[in-house]
């Protein structure tokens, strides 16, 4: 009896991988990850030239993009079909092997993993290895501290409206955004209103190769950042020197 | 000419530390790590058996304690003299050798490292190697998911007044709480005024010898946690499975 293993593999570079999410790639005799159809997949990439020879790849392939699907509820639909019969061929794998399943980041701060999770409890053993969080490699590669003494940090989707990111990105010390991509010049706009845009740094790839960090003011508002958080760093509230 | 490399040593177990940080580890010549006065120190007992046979360490024991100082002038004062002297002393070795900065979590998030870092810039090359924060391992040892769709995470610490504490734990849908300690008190009531007491987990030593993960209404007020951190999971606002 095996058992389901998710590796958080950290921000992208394999170095910053855990020693035993290391160790659990390097041996893996089944591998499965998400990945864009087309793609070769964001986790697949951070351990590409670690995995065992005659390992076995699992390529689980989104059925589809928001954009071809016909309405937002047949896409929710089959996605959550491609999630059932994923879990079920993962929990049938593992009734005689253990299966690892790549994750990048961290596999509990919104990872996709999740809908896995929810699916297999019950049905196969689960094992999760935190990483390092993707926003944490960004900040790492700015080479700022993101958060000091009693400054408040705060992670907002760049999907939320315009408004509360408004409200909330004047209201916090530390901020981080995510789900950037086709939201950013919302969330651009948001910072500017909330008076933060000169302060905000977007970090494109942070830790893997072709990373790119600016300061968010100077991209042209044409420029399509990928895989891009945007942080703005907090100046150490009530800074104690001894917590 | 040596750098100063600041290694993240994440939560707390050996194995969650990244790959290039035990690597810098075991190599170590000179291994500095804060620690209160009489303590084996987080950071090091971290690294217990890890470092090289005849690696120097520095143990960098912090003056004096805010229950020793006669005012909080004095404690910052003395404070800040002692990490002068630190930064001095460890710049000075960097001139002939690597020096390994050892921090549990990660450096840039909430760090003490960072008194250190703004003091040797420009006067030693500086490394600082991301780790997996400390709440990532407290909220891997809950095996919940922490924050999901377009949950709005905030982190906290318990030195904020208990108003602030109650408002932004009523607005956010998760939450992370440090520096609980002397606070928890104050914690605890904020949580039950923002409605939240319920949903409120406890992590004490999260990923450490002596973990222990329970509902933060089931603590006994006398009962005092140590190195322990707060978390009210997110429940996935607006979730969208394929993110």
Redesign the interface.
């Known amino acids: 009896m095996g058992k389901i293993i998710c590796c958080g593999l ?2 992208g ?8 999410a ?1 160790r659990e790639v390097r041996n893996a005799k089944h591998v499965a990850y998400f990945r864009k159809k087309g793609r070769p997949g964001y986790a697949r990439r951070i351990v590409e030239g670690l995995l065992a020879e005659g390992a076995c790849e699992y390529p689980m392939e ?1 059925p589809l993009t ?1 954009e071809i699907a016909s309405s937002e509820g047949e ?2 639909y089959r ?2 079909e491609f ?1 059932d019969e994923w879990a079920e061929r993962l929990a049938r794998l593992a009734e005689n092997d253990d299966v690892v399943v790549l994750c990048e980041g ?7 993993f ?2 896995l ?1 929810t699916r297999l409890a019950g049905r196969a053993e689960i094992e ?6 993707g926003m ?2 960004c ?2 590669s700015v ?15 760049g ?2 409206s315009e408004g509360e990111l408004v409200r ?1 990105m004047g209201n ?1 010390d ?1 901020l981080v955004v995510m ?1 950037t991509g086709r939201n950013l010049a919302k969330v651009r706009r948001a910072l500017a209103t909330a008076g933060r845009l000169d302060e905000a740094w977007l970090i494109e790839r942070g ?1 893997m190769p072709g990373e790119r960090v600016t300061r968010l003011a100077d991209i042209e508002e044409t420029d399509c950042p990928y895989f891009a958080i945007v942080l703005v760093h907090g100046q150490g509230r ?1 800074m ?4």
């Open positions: 950290g921000p570079d394999p170095e910053l991988m855990s020693v035993r290391a989104y928001t896409y929710l996605l959550g999630y961290d596999p509990y701060f919104y990872g996709s999740m809908h999770h999760v290895i935190a990483g390092i969080p944490a490699g900040w790492n080479g700022l501290p993101i958060a000091l003494g009693d400054d408040v940090m705060t992670v907002l989707m999907t939320l909330r916090s530390a789900k830790t009530r104690k020197a001894a917590e």
